[in-house]
């Protein structure tokens, strides 16, 4: 850069008024406090549970560990079955993700797409399907389950959490702002609609695939109440019922449960970690939070 | 290749809007038939109903001998080119290519010799493995020509597919599908807004105004005796002088001069409902400087004198925009105010209302801006209009 250059860049920055001047290390500030604040409880959570359990409960609180210990893990690995959990954790989350996206997005599409008698109500009835609390459910899911004698199996930890209207709801607007055109041209190319939807409109919703996917994924992963339910049998449960089991009912066990919510949470950090784009985008795109 | 019949073609939505009214067309063997008209005249709506992409009300489409009302797009064996191409995004250009002949799973081999010959003659050879966000306007629309050419179909539908090019690729673009699609020889229906492209590309161009076939002919048959007002002021840049006369014992009286009857005019308002008032039209190259030798000057016919308000210089002519002395308008002599007109398709006649003249002058001409000049036309080059029902009355049966 000539000195000229130099020299007109550096009045162009003092022209700048004060406040433009100021304000992203405002930004900036800010952000940090706020990402502090966020992770000030993973940070205690990890603190607590590398601690030995009489250190959890003294009084003042400190963040100083006394005695670094491990013991919280290994009490969950020692006394549970955490790796069958792991497993089992992890096939029910892939398939209701691979489940729900696959359904989702076809019924996403015929609503944008085909054209079609009562296809408001219907698409009213789906949505309405998102005012429904999941409690409320549980009980009748419960009887019906047990009815064909269908719990302690992977197709009640799985089946009943794959119907998604939200899902259904965030496919069907990325496929409204998709041209038809491509549809048509496609059609007009001798496609099928099954071709058009696989073909062309599901390569090009990347990014609602992946939000879906990954929203599904996190919310099966975490999802207690109905795992819980309908899995009685130690080796059918998930990690979140699993770990639950871990924890005595009475004594001092912060440090374990802090263990345990650490070693439960850790493949969604992965998750996030590998997925981390895509999750951002799918929050901008779709609005989930 | 075949030939295409639209019997009474009738699009009706839901709400009850009439899109396509009873459209009748024969589009014959390797004939490029454009379909033309303004924004919302039913051209697009029509070509969707050939493509099968809309379903028919009413009337029956024919593909050779086979009723195909009722066939998918995919049965159909036509292939469209859309205006914003529609090119699928995530494939390469040879995907894009193969994509219709993968789904009438065709031998690869085949497939990619059909994708290399359309490549070639599209000048897309070297572009074949990039992805369309990869390429100029002009090259996607090549793209989007090779994927209807590589099909080999019975018939292109193309629907407005040079209007997102800028004007000079447009151009180009125009004489290259000429160019092709004389090649191919494939029976062609080709929507446009745009009336230079109708002019140059159509074997026959077909005028719709409000869902209603205006006229069908040769570029040059509209051009030269258009049926109605809307077709007289649709087609031609600048557009045809429309001007009320009325009929004043043995001459006809205009804005620009008294025109005298002779037989031709004497036949035309004979055929007129009332005799009262007429609109008559004048194509601007068809007014004359009087001032210059050579281009008939100081001959017979009408002359008048007028002030020109604004001269625009073309390069290789003037357009001479004059105030008319005294006018009453044409849409409101057919008993129409403006918004009507234009809602009716006769808008270029409601645009005519501003009492304005438009004469193609040579550049040997010496007409000045705000200055006077005589111009002079044949009363032979007059079309005579009736107002009330748009029908020209000169020379029926030419």
Partial sequence: MSAAAVRSSTAGRRSRPLSQRVFPHVITGVMIALALLWLAPVLWAIDTAVKAEPDTIKIPATWAIPHLTFSAFSTDFSASDIGRWYINSAIVSLLVTVFTVITASMAGYALSRQRFRGQNLLYGAILAGIMIPPQALMVPLFREFQAIHGLNTYWALVLPQVPSPVAVFIFKKFFDGQPPELDQAARMDGASWWTCYRRIALPLSRSAVAAVSIFTFVWTWNNFLWPFLSSTNTPMMTIPVGLGTVIPGEGITNALVMASAILGALPLVVVFLFGQRQIVEGVAGTGLK | ?398
């Fill in chain 2, 1 to 398: 290749m075949s030939e295409l019949t639209l019997k009474g073609l009738t699009k009706r939505y839901d709400d009850g809007t009439l899109a396509v009214d009873g459209l009748d067309l024969e589009i014959g063997d390797g004939e490029m038939m454009i379909l033309v008209g303004p924004s919302g005249c039913g051209k697009t709506t029509a070509l969707r109903m050939i493509a099968g992409l809309e379903e028919i009300t009413d009337g029956e489409l024919w593909l050779d001998d086979q009723m195909v009302n009722e066939l998918a797009p995919k049965s159909r064996d036509m292939a469209m080119v859309f205006q914003n191409y529609a090119l699928y995004p995530h494939m390469t250009v040879r995907q894009n290519m193969s994509f219709g002949l993968e789904q009438a799973k065709l031998e690869k081999g085949e497939i990619a010799r059909r994708v290399a010959e359309a490549a070639a003659t599209l000048d897309l050879t070297e572009h074949l493995d990039r992805k369309p966000a990869q390429l100029s306007g002009g090259q996607r629309q090549r793209v989007a020509m090779g994927r209807a050419i590589v099909r080999e179909p019975k018939a292109f539908l193309m629907d407005e597919p040079l209007s997102n090019l800028d004007a000079k690729l447009r151009t180009q673009m125009r004489t290259e599908l000429a160019r092709i699609q004389g090649d191919l020889g494939t029976t062609t229906v080709y929507v446009t807004h745009d009336q230079i492209e109708a002019m140059t590309l159509g074997d026959r161009v077909a005028v719709m105004s409000a869902g209603v076939l205006q006229q069908v002919g040769s570029p040059q048959e509209l051009y030269a005796r258009p049926e109605n007002l809307f077709v007289a002021g649709f087609m031609g840049s600048p557009a045809i002088n429309l001007l009320p006369a009325r009929v004043e014992g043995e001459s006809l009286q205009t804005p620009i001069g008294e025109v005298p009857l002779d037989g031709r005019l004497r036949d035309a308002l004979g055929r007129a409902e009332r005799r009262d008032g007429v609109v008559v039209g004048l194509r601007p190259e068809h007014l004359l400087d009087d001032g210059l030798n050579g281009h008939g000057g100081n001959g017979g016919g009408v002359t008048f004198t007028g002030d020109v308000t604004v001269l625009e210089a073309m390069g290789a002519e003037y357009y001479a925009y004059l105030e008319l002395p005294e006018h009453t308008a044409v849409g409101e002599m057919a008993g129409m105010d403006r918004t009507t007109a234009a809602e009716a398709g006769v808008d270029p006649v409601a645009r005519r209302d501003s009492g304005q003249l438009v004469a193609r002058l040579p550049l040997d001409s010496r007409v000045r801006e705000r200055g006077p000049i005589t111009l002079r036309f044949d009363p032979a080059r007059l079309h005579v209009f009736d107002p009330h029902s748009g029908r020209r009355l000169t020379d029926p049966d030419r």
